[in-house]
C-alpha cells in the first residue's frame, strides 16, 4: 500500500537524522585521543546573493541551521548582495544546509555535504541566485462552509535525496487565516510543496501544491472536519504510569504524558494511519505504525514485520527502561579508580580471523557515581565495544558478552595505562599521516577526509539530487585539518576501499585510492595536489515554464558529486572537478525521476533491484587538467 504524501516525509525526515548521524560518528565521538588537541583556527563563508538577472540581492539573510532548526550562525548580505559568515568552527563538508531568505524571494540552499569551512581561511561560495518562486492563496471552510478564522497554515518544501525520503528545506514557514478563512503563502521555491491546516477541535489536514516554478496560484477551498481524538497511556513494563514521556504522531501532533501516563493526540480522523513516536530519558525509543478502525488501533514496530498488535480502543504505550553496561575503570600499575572522561560505544562483526571490525558508534552518555564506577546505557541486544578515554591515559577498550535480552551488563573491569616517557598505547590504532603539497609548495590550510564510497541503494530508495537518481555521496570516516601541509588522521577501523581527499580553498579536491588499511598500520601517505578539470556544455529542449530553474548534477562511483545551476541561455559549467569518469544529468527539485517507481503499488522487485544511477547518464572521462566541452543534456519528459 502506498503511503500518503505527508507519511513519506515523516519517514523521511526521522529517517534522515539516523542517516546523516552516522556520518558524523567518528568526526565527533573519536577519543581524545583520537582528535587534534588543539581545535583548528576559525574560518568565514563568503558570496553574492543575485536574483535570476544576476542583479544583486540587498538585505539577504544567510544562515546555517542545526538538528531541530536551531540557528549555527546568521548574517546579513549588503547593499551588492554580498555577504560573510563567521568567523565559523572550522567544519569539513558542512552536515546542515545554507539557506538564504530574501524579501519577496523563495528560500534557496546550499546543500550540506557541498561546503567546508576552512581554518584560517575564507570559503568564497560564489553567486547563490534566488527566485521568486511561487505563491499560493487559498481559504479554510469546515464543513458547513463556515470560514474558519485564525487557523495555522505551515507552509513546507521539501526534497528528495532518497527515492521517496525527503528533507526539508528549512523550517516550516508560518502564516494564520483572517476574519474570513483566507491566507497566502509567502513565495515557495521548487520542490515537494505542501501546507499543514490545523484549527482547533479540527482534523489536520495536509494539502499538496502544484508544480509551478514561479508566479501566484489560487487553490481550490479547504474543508476541515471535527476531528476524533487519540487518547493513549504510557506506562513502565510494571504498569506503572510515566509522566513527561513525549508522543509525537506524524510528527504533526504532540502531546506530554500527565502524572497518570495519559496523553492526547488531536487533530485526526476515525480512521487514522500515522506514525508515533514515544521518548523519554532513559528509556528505550519507541517507534511505530499505526492504524486505526472501528475495532481500535492495531501497531507495530517500524523496521520489524509481523509483529502486529491489537486492535485497542485506547493506544497502550509501553515503554522499556534501557539497560546499563556496567563496571569499573582502574589505573593498570595501581589498582586505583580512574576518572572517566568519555565512553565510546560500538556495534562490531569479527572476522573469520578473530579481529573485530567496529561500525555503529557513538560517544555514549555514561554516569560516573565515583572514580571509575561507569553505567553506560544500552538499547539493543547485542554484544557492545566500548572505548574508554580520561585525561593522562592511552584509551582502553573492553567487549561485552552478547545478550539476547535488554538486561544489565555487569563486571566490566577497565585497566587503564597512565600516559608516560616509554609507555606504549593499550589499543593498537591505524593512522594515515603525511604531507599535502600543490606544485611542491605545502598547502597551507585545508581539509584531508577519509572517504568510502557508500553501497548502493534498492530502485525504490535510490540516491536523488535534483530529482535525478546518482550514486551515494561518501561515507566520511575521519577528517583533519592540515597544518603548514601536514595532516594525521586516526582510522576507524581497518578496511581496503578507503579514499583520500585533499581540500583546500581555491583548489579543486584531489582524491587518491582506494587505500587499503590493516589493523594497527600507521600508513605514511603524503598528497600531491593535481589540476583540477571542466566539464562545460548547454541543455537542450528545456521544457516550458522550467527554463530557468534547472540543475546538472555529477556524480562519480568514488563519491564525488557536485551541481551547478543552468544559466539562462541554457549553458552550464563543472569547475574544480578531480579526474575520474563522470555521470551527467540534469533535473530540479520537483522533477520526478521515472527510474523511481511511484504509484499506489510499487512492484515488489523494485526493493530487491539495485539502482543504477549512470542509466541515462551521459558519460564523461575527465583527465587531470582537461576542460571536455560541447557536452549535451536533455530532462527526459517521461
Given at each position: 500500500?502506498r503511503?500518503?504524501?505527508?507519511?513519506l516525509?515523516?519517514?523521511?525526515?526521522?529517517?534522515r537524522?539516523?542517516?546523516?548521524?552516522?556520518?558524523?560518528?567518528?568526526?565527533?565521538?573519536?577519543?581524545?585521543?583520537?582528535?587534534?588537541?588543539?581545535p583548528?583556527?576559525?574560518?568565514?563563508?563568503?558570496?553574492?546573493?543575485?536574483?535570476?538577472?544576476?542583479m544583486?540581492v540587498?538585505?539577504?539573510?544567510?544562515?546555517?541551521g542545526?538538528?531541530?532548526?536551531?540557528?549555527?550562525?546568521?548574517?546579513v548580505g549588503?547593499?551588492?548582495?554580498r555577504?560573510?559568515?563567521?568567523?565559523?568552527?572550522?567544519?569539513?563538508?558542512?552536515?546542515?544546509?545554507?539557506?538564504?531568505?530574501?524579501?519577496?524571494?523563495?528560500?534557496?540552499?546550499?546543500?550540506s555535504?557541498?561546503?567546508?569551512?576552512?581554518p584560517?581561511?575564507?570559503?568564497?561560495?560564489?553567486?547563490?541566485?534566488?527566485?521568486?518562486?511561487?505563491?499560493?492563496?487559498?481559504?479554510?471552510?469546515?464543513?458547513?462552509?463556515?470560514?474558519?478564522?485564525?487557523?495555522?497554515?505551515?507552509?513546507?518544501?521539501?526534497?528528495?535525496?532518497?527515492?521517496?525520503?525527503?528533507?526539508?528545506?528549512?523550517?516550516?514557514?508560518?502564516?494564520?487565516t483572517?476574519?474570513?478563512?483566507?491566507?497566502?503563502?509567502?513565495?515557495?521555491?521548487?520542490?515537494?510543496?505542501?501546507?499543514?491546516?490545523?484549527?482547533?477541535?479540527?482534523?489536520?489536514?495536509?494539502?499538496?501544491?502544484?508544480?509551478?516554478?514561479?508566479?501566484?496560484?489560487?487553490?481550490?477551498?479547504?474543508?476541515?472536519?471535527?476531528?476524533?481524538p487519540?487518547?493513549?497511556?504510557v506506562?513502565?513494563?510494571?504498569?506503572?504510569p510515566?509522566?513527561?514521556?513525549?508522543?509525537?504522531?506524524?510528527?504533526v501532533?504532540?502531546?506530554?504524558?500527565?502524572?497518570e501516563?495519559?496523553?492526547?493526540?488531536?487533530?485526526?480522523?476515525?480512521?487514522?494511519?500515522?506514525?508515533l513516536q514515544?521518548?523519554?530519558?532513559?528509556?528505550?525509543?519507541i517507534?511505530?505504525?499505526?492504524?486505526?478502525?472501528s475495532?481500535?488501533?492495531?501497531?507495530r514496530?517500524?523496521?520489524?514485520?509481523?509483529?502486529?498488535?491489537?486492535?485497542?480502543?485506547?493506544?497502550?504505550?509501553v515503554?522499556?527502561?534501557?539497560?546499563?553496561?556496567?563496571g569499573?575503570?582502574v589505573?593498570?600499575?595501581?589498582?586505583?579508580?580512574?576518572?572517566?572522561?568519555?565512553?565510546?560505544?560500538?556495534?562490531?562483526?569479527?572476522?573469520?580471523?578473530?579481529?573485530?571490525?567496529?561500525?555503529?558508534?557513538?560517544s555514549?552518555?555514561?554516569e560516573?557515581?565515583?572514580?571509575?564506577?561507569?553505567?553506560?546505557?544500552?538499547?539493543?541486544?547485542?554484544?557492545?565495544?566500548?572505548?574508554?578515554?580520561?585525561a593522562?591515559?592511552?584509551?582502553?577498550?573492553?567487549?561485552?558478552?552478547?545478550?539476547?535480552?535488554?538486561?544489565?551488563?555487569?563486571?566490566?573491569?577497565?585497566?587503564?595505562?597512565?600516559k608516560?616517557?616509554?609507555?606504549?598505547?593499550?589499543?593498537?590504532r591505524?593512522?594515515?599521516?603525511?604531507?599535502?603539497?600543490d606544485r611542491?609548495?605545502p598547502?597551507e590550510?585545508?581539509w584531508v577526509?577519509l572517504?568510502s564510497?557508500?553501497?548502493?541503494?534498492?530502485?525504490?530508495?535510490?540516491?536523488?539530487?535534483?530529482?535525478?537518481?546518482?550514486?551515494?555521496?561518501?561515507?566520511?570516516h575521519?577528517?583533519?585539518?592540515?597544518?603548514?601541509?601536514?595532516?594525521?588522521?586516526?582510522?576507524p577501523?581497518?578496511?581496503?576501499g578507503?579514499?583520500?581527499?585533499?581540500?583546500?580553498?581555491?583548489?579543486?579536491?584531489?582524491?587518491?585510492?582506494?587505500?587499503?588499511v590493516?589493523?594497527?598500520?600507521?600508513?605514511?601517505?603524503?598528497?600531491?595536489?593535481?589540476e583540477?578539470?571542466a566539464?562545460?556544455?548547454?541543455?537542450?529542449?528545456r521544457?516550458?515554464?522550467?527554463?530557468d530553474?534547472?540543475?546538472?548534477?555529477?556524480?562519480?562511483?568514488?563519491?564525488?558529486?557536485?551541481?551547478?545551476?543552468?544559466a539562462?541561455?541554457?549553458?552550464?559549467?563543472?569547475?574544480?572537478?578531480?579526474?575520474?569518469?563522470?555521470?551527467l544529468?540534469?533535473?530540479?527539485?520537483a522533477?520526478?525521476?521515472s527510474?523511481?517507481?511511484r504509484?499506489?503499488?510499487?512492484?515488489?522487485?523494485a526493493?530487491?533491484?539495485?539502482?543504477?544511477?549512470w542509466?541515462?547518464?551521459?558519460?564523461?572521462?575527465?583527465?587531470?587538467g582537461?576542460?571536455?566541452?560541447?557536452?549535451?543534456?536533455?530532462?527526459?519528459?517521461?
Amino acid at each position: 500500500m502506498r503511503q500518503s504524501p505527508r507519511e513519506l516525509r515523516c519517514r523521511g525526515k526521522v529517517r534522515r537524522k539516523a542517516f546523516r548521524a552516522s556520518l558524523l560518528i567518528w568526526a565527533m565521538f573519536l577519543p581524545a585521543a583520537a582528535r587534534c588537541e588543539e581545535p583548528p583556527a576559525k574560518g568565514t563563508l563568503s558570496g553574492r546573493i543575485v536574483d535570476a538577472q544576476g542583479m544583486p540581492v540587498a538585505a539577504a539573510r544567510i544562515w546555517i541551521g542545526g538538528w531541530d532548526d536551531k540557528l549555527l550562525a546568521e548574517c546579513v548580505g549588503d547593499a551588492d548582495g554580498r555577504f560573510r559568515l563567521g568567523p565559523l568552527e572550522a567544519v569539513y563538508r558542512h552536515d546542515f544546509d545554507l539557506y538564504v531568505e530574501a524579501d519577496g524571494f523563495a528560500r534557496q540552499y546550499a546543500p550540506s555535504g557541498t561546503y567546508s569551512i576552512f581554518p584560517n581561511a575564507d570559503c568564497d561560495l560564489g553567486a547563490i541566485r534566488v527566485d521568486r518562486g511561487c505563491s499560493f492563496t487559498g481559504q479554510v471552510l469546515d464543513r458547513g462552509g463556515t470560514p474558519v478564522a485564525d487557523a495555522d497554515v505551515e507552509c513546507s518544501v521539501d526534497r528528495c535525496y532518497l527515492g521517496h525520503t525527503v528533507s526539508p528545506i528549512g523550517p516550516p514557514q508560518l502564516i494564520k487565516t483572517d476574519a474570513v478563512g483566507r491566507f497566502r503563502t509567502p513565495p515557495l521555491g521548487i520542490g515537494e510543496r505542501g501546507l499543514i491546516v490545523r484549527a482547533p477541535h479540527r482534523q489536520i489536514k495536509y494539502v499538496e501544491l502544484p508544480d509551478a516554478a514561479s508566479g501566484e496560484r489560487i487553490l481550490p477551498p479547504i474543508v476541515v472536519d471535527q476531528d476524533t481524538p487519540i487518547l493513549g497511556t504510557v506506562t513502565d513494563s510494571q504498569g506503572s504510569p510515566i509522566a513527561g514521556a513525549e508522543v509525537r504522531a506524524d510528527p504533526v501532533a504532540r502531546s506530554i504524558s500527565d502524572k497518570e501516563g495519559q496523553f492526547v493526540l488531536s487533530g485526526f480522523g476515525p480512521s487514522p494511519s500515522f506514525q508515533l513516536q514515544a521518548s523519554k530519558d532513559g528509556y528505550v525509543f519507541i517507534n511505530w505504525k499505526v492504524k486505526g478502525d472501528s475495532d481500535g488501533f492495531r501497531w507495530r514496530d517500524i523496521g520489524r514485520v509481523g509483529n502486529e498488535r491489537g486492535p485497542a480502543k485506547r493506544l497502550a504505550v509501553v515503554m522499556v527502561r534501557e539497560a546499563w553496561i556496567e563496571g569499573t575503570a582502574v589505573d593498570e600499575a595501581t589498582g586505583q579508580p580512574v576518572r572517566l572522561d568519555r565512553v565510546v560505544l560500538c556495534f562490531f562483526e569479527r572476522k573469520p580471523g578473530g579481529e573485530a571490525v567496529l561500525n555503529g558508534c557513538r560517544s555514549s552518555r555514561f554516569e560516573q557515581a565515583q572514580d571509575g564506577s561507569f553505567r553506560v546505557p544500552y538499547w539493543t541486544p547485542d554484544e557492545y565495544h566500548l572505548t574508554f578515554s580520561a585525561a593522562g591515559y592511552h584509551d582502553a577498550e573492553a567487549f561485552t558478552p552478547k545478550v539476547g535480552t535488554l538486561a544489565p551488563v555487569e563486571g566490566i573491569r577497565v585497566k587503564m595505562r597512565k600516559k608516560q616517557a616509554g609507555s606504549v598505547p593499550s589499543l593498537r590504532r591505524q593512522t594515515i599521516s603525511g604531507m599535502v603539497t600543490d606544485r611542491g609548495r605545502p598547502v597551507e590550510t585545508g581539509w584531508v577526509g577519509l572517504w568510502s564510497a557508500r553501497a548502493p541503494q534498492d530502485v525504490a530508495n535510490a540516491y536523488v539530487m535534483r530529482g535525478r537518481t546518482v550514486a551515494g555521496d561518501p561515507v566520511i570516516h575521519a577528517r583533519a585539518p592540515l597544518r603548514d601541509g601536514k595532516y594525521s588522521l586516526t582510522v576507524p577501523f581497518q578496511d581496503e576501499g578507503f579514499y583520500l581527499v585533499a581540500e583546500s580553498p581555491g583548489l579543486g579536491p584531489t582524491q587518491i585510492g582506494p587505500i587499503g588499511v590493516t589493523l594497527g598500520e600507521e600508513k605514511s601517505l603524503d598528497i600531491a595536489c593535481v589540476e583540477s578539470g571542466a566539464i562545460q556544455g548547454t541543455v537542450k529542449d528545456r521544457p516550458a515554464g522550467w527554463e530557468d530553474d534547472l540543475w546538472v548534477v555529477a556524480f562519480t562511483d568514488a563519491g564525488v558529486r557536485v551541481e551547478r545551476r543552468v544559466a539562462r541561455d541554457g549553458s552550464f559549467n563543472l569547475p574544480n572537478l578531480p579526474p575520474g569518469r563522470y555521470g551527467l544529468k540534469v533535473g530540479h527539485d520537483a522533477y520526478l525521476d521515472s527510474d523511481v517507481p511511484r504509484g499506489a503499488d510499487i512492484p515488489p522487485e523494485a526493493w530487491k533491484t539495485v539502482a543504477d544511477p549512470w542509466k541515462r547518464a551521459v558519460v564523461v572521462d575527465l583527465a587531470a587538467g582537461q576542460e571536455c566541452e560541447g557536452i549535451e543534456l536533455t530532462l527526459p519528459q517521461d
